[in-house]
Every structure is written in structure tokens, then in C-alpha cells.
């Protein structure tokens, strides 16, 4: 069984700011590693995704996560947030390999403020 | 291209009415994916289809929940019997094979049971 852990539900910060959005995860198995964004009243869209190789994986609308194996971590990071990131940000987990579902975080609400 | 849609985008039923949720996946996506978020439940993983069987429907909340797939495209999740617990955001998701089981969502379906 996999597990999602979002140890903060919310996370308030200034624009221009930098910003880390922490998730920690279990598993028996190798592990599939993904970040999505929900907008209010919108579908989740993908940020970024690990599967293999470099473990410092960038994504879209300048964010990035490293995968840290030892510590079971998938940090979301952004060195200066917009007041356009203002959003809840979903950590996921699947199995690595052929399909599987993703099971999620509880979500961690990023709240721009100027 | 298109990408993944749902139907209705709200719902409000009675309790105790029967409920039909559509999804449209993207186009020559296999996999579909069915999850429901509510408020402090998170995003819960419900049925998952790989062509037009279902291989896992475990996260199915009851024998009230439903969902088929036909003709490997569209799927319809069915709640017989809604109950106001059921009220939620019915997320839909499809993948295709050899991306690393990156889901596409769609907007969702607000379902509200009086």
C-alpha cells in the first residue's frame, strides 16, 4: 500500500517570495511521483513528474521538486511565487511501473498575498 | 487536441434519486480513471477502466456506486439511491500507455444531494 503525507494544509506567503510545499510518501514498491494544481472551481493540472533518472525534476509556470530516496521526499519549490500561484497543490504517488492509480495527499493550500 | 470532459458540470438531485455522471476521455487514452473529492476526505480513488473492464474497483464507496465503459471510450459512474454524503466533486481522469501514468483530468462534476 502507498501512502501520501502534506505536512502543511496551508501555506501563506508574500509575492516574490520563495516557497517550499512538502510531501512525504511511503511505499513497498518504486514509485511513480507527481505534483498537480487545482485552481478554484478547476480540474487538476499536472506540474511536474518524476519516473526515473535526474532527481531534480522542473516543471511548469517555474517550479520545481527533488526526489530524495533516502528521505521518502518529493518537495515542491518555487524561489519567488506570483500572486497567480494562489491555489491548493496536490502530491501524488503510483506505482512505477504500467498503469496504477494515483493515490493522493490531503492537498496544501498556497496563499499569495502581496 | 480535446481534452478530457465531463458532464454535467453541476448536479443537484434529491435524496434518494438515482444520479448519472458522464466522462469523455482524451482521445486513444486506455486507461480511465474515476476519483471523488469532498471536503476532508481529500481525493479518493473510486474505479479504474483499462479498455472497457475494470481491473480495480476498490475505492467504490458502496453497491449504490456503478461505473461502465463502453466501447473503450466513454464511461458513465451511476449512484443509485444518492445520499447526502455522496455530495462531492467526481473527478475524472485517462492516461495512455508509456506515459509514465501521467493522469488528464477534467473539470469535474460539483454533485449536490439535497
Known amino acids: 500500500a502507498q501512502s501520501v503525507t502534506q505536512l502543511d494544509s496551508q501555506v501563506p506567503v508574500f509575492e516574490e517570495a520563495p516557497v517550499e510545499l512538502r510531501c512525504n510518501y511511503s511505499s513497498s514498491v518504486s514509485v511513480y511521483l507527481f505534483w498537480y494544481v487545482q485552481y478554484p472551481n478547476q480540474g487538476l493540472q499536472l506540474l511536474l513528474k518524476y519516473l526515473s533518472g535526474s532527481t531534480l525534476v522542473k516543471g511548469i509556470n517555474g517550479f520545481e521538486a527533488e526526489f530524495n530516496k533516502s528521505q521518502t521526499s518529493f518537495h515542491l519549490r518555487k524561489p519567488s511565487v506570483h500572486i497567480s500561484d494562489t491555489a491548493e497543490y496536490f502530491c501524488?504517488?503510483?506505482?512505477?511501473?504500467?498503469?496504477?492509480?494515483?493515490?493522493f495527499g490531503k492537498g496544501t493550500m498556497l496563499l499569495v498575498s502581496p | 487536441g480535446a481534452g478530457v470532459s465531463q458532464s454535467p458540470s453541476n448536479k443537484v438531485t434529491e435524496k434518494g434519486k438515482d444520479v448519472e455522471l458522464r466522462c469523455d476521455p482524451i482521445?486513444?487514452?486506455?486507461?480511465l480513471y474515476w476519483y471523488r473529492q469532498s471536503l476532508g476526505q481529500g481525493l479518493e480513488f473510486l474505479i479504474y477502466?483499462?479498455?472497457?473492464?475494470?481491473?480495480?474497483k476498490s475505492g467504490l464507496p458502496s453497491d449504490r456506486f456503478s461505473a461502465e465503459r463502453t466501447g473503450g471510450s466513454v464511461s458513465t459512474l451511476t449512484i443509485q439511491r444518492t445520499q447526502q454524503e455522496d455530495s462531492a466533486v467526481y473527478l475524472c481522469a485517462s492516461s495512455q500507455p508509456g506515459s509514465g501514468n501521467e493522469q488528464f483530468f477534467g473539470p469535474g462534476t460539483r454533485l449536490t444531494v439535497l
Open positions: 477502466f483499462q479498455g472497457n473492464s475494470a481491473p480495480d
Open positions: 482521445s486513444g487514452h486506455t486507461a
Open positions: 501524488a504517488v503510483s506505482g512505477g511501473s504500467g498503469y496504477s492509480t494515483l493515490t
